[in-house]
């Protein structure tokens, strides 16, 4: 049974988020509908991030297996993409080893916040930023996201009720950058991340930006692992994954 891994885009604003759900539609399961007609059976695909509903993706990367032995990538791009919704596109497919998996074998993952800072929203990006009236101080913002960096508790940053288990993570990269026309980009980097803990930090930020609190506020802030004392979450709609890093993955040669 070959292994592939698939790479996606999707907006996702119209969808109840990756994961499968008993109502509402998701991108999983959309996928996982297409691939039944592929491969004549129900096939399980394991996302790398199970992104909330109204999160996007530029590359969500995901893995399964098949029984068929004769089906080539480029054959399961073009048959998921004229199945799938034109919100979804599969970019690429490969053919791995066994023992990868979109989840598990992810070394670090990136994702990035889109924010609109002007009086008037560019109607292009109204479902791909949030729209923040009022100036905002960057410089700050700036030097609050570094103290997310390195290894700590993200207890502050995690939904009430989130998953149980450690809530320690690596960020290696926590930084903010804007241009002209009113964009700002919050990208962070690491190995792992609690459920909403982006959209909760990019809340925080905002207390910063606007002058509420100063920048050193976000350490103390983290060192609380109290949800209580953070910011709001951010809408979903600013959200993107953008980039899954595996090291070198080996492809299995048995398809080219």
């Given at each position: ?21 008993t ?11 297409a ?13 790398a991030?199970?992104?909330?509903a ?68 560019n ?5 791909f ?29 995690q ?48 207390e ?15 060192a ?32 080219s």
């Amino acid at each position: 049974m070959p292994t592939f891994k698939i790479t996606i885009a999707y907006d996702g604003g119209p969808f109840a988020g990756w994961q499968r759900q008993t109502n509402g539609t998701s991108i999983q399961g959309l996928i996982e509908d297409a691939l039944r007609d592929l491969d004549d059976r129900e096939v399980t695909i394991h996302g790398a991030g199970r992104t909330d509903a109204g999160v996007h993706a530029f590359a969500q990367v995901a893995s399964f297996t098949l029984v068929r032995d004769d089906v080539a990538p480029d054959v399961i791009v073009r048959s998921l993409n004229a199945k799938l919704p034109p919100e979804i596109r599969v970019r690429s497919a490969e053919r791995v080893p066994a023992s990868f998996h979109a989840r598990f074998s992810a070394r670090s993952k990136r994702y990035r916040y889109r924010l609109w800072n002007a009086d008037v929203l560019n109607p292009f990006e109204r479902a791909f930023a949030w729209h923040v009236f009022g100036p905002l101080d960057i410089p700050a913002m700036a030097e609050a996201a570094r103290y997310v960096r390195g290894r700590q508790d993200f207890a502050a940053f995690q939904t009430v009720g989130g998953a149980s288990g450690s809530t320690e993570r690596e960020i290696t990269l926590s930084g903010i950058t804007s241009n002209d026309e009113g964009l700002i980009l919050y990208e962070i980097e690491g190995d792992g991340f609690l459920r909403h803990m982006v959209r909760a930090i990019v809340g925080t930020l905002m207390e910063v930006g606007r002058g509420r609190k100063p920048p050193e506020w976000m350490r103390d802030v983290i060192a609380s692992r109290d949800r209580a004392q953070a910011g709001s979450t951010a809408p979903a709609h600013g959200l993107f994954l953008v980039r899954i890093d595996y090291g070198v993955v080996q492809s299995d040669s048995h398809v080219s």
